[in-house]
């Protein structure tokens, strides 16, 4: 059911010195800087072959990243992976047991379908289903 690897989420405390670090020691080159204020964070993308790093600053510490990176501290926010279908996908894990954090599968960046399962049943990662365009 999961694909490739496309999506690694770190939430990092400075942005500015992730993308230095991540630039100089993996020869890694930002694509895209961008910002949520819904979700509250500014990021950076820096494409790995086929798929990508996303490195996540919190701007508001009330929401998920900034919850995060306070309980956790910098690290791997969530793994995304490729699938064919999200909707399968999930009535798979659903009729599995496993717990969801998105019942139904939604639109996300760059004209994806994603939905993320919640991280007690999948080893403590937090999985992101990611329905290419």
């Known amino acids: 059911m999961l694909g490739d690897v496309i999506e690694l989420s770190v939430v990092v405390r400075d942005l500015d010195q992730a993308i230095e670090t991540f630039t ?3 020869s890694l080159k930002v ?3 961008g910002e949520s204020k819904e979700f509250g964070f500014v990021n950076a993308i820096l494409p790995t072959g086929i798929g990508h790093i996303e490195l996540l600053q919190p701007t508001d510490p009330t ?3 900034g919850r995060f990176l306070e309980k956790r501290g910098e690290g791997i926010h969530h793994v995304g992976y490729r699938v064919e279908s999200v909707v399968e996908a ?3 894990l659903r009729a599995a047991g496993v717990r969801l954090i998105d019942e139904t599968p939604r639109r996300g960046s760059r004209g994806t379908t ?3 399962v919640h991280p007690r049943d999948m ?3 937090l999985v992101e289903l990611v329905q290419l365009g």
Request: charged share 30%; aromatic share 12%.
């Open 114 to 116: 994603i939905a993320f």
């Open 31 to 33: 694509h895209h800087r």
């Open 123 to 125: 080893g403590g990662v």
């Open 63 to 65: 929401k998920a990243v």
């Open 90 to 92: 999930l009535e798979k």
């Open 24 to 26: 100089r020691q993996y």
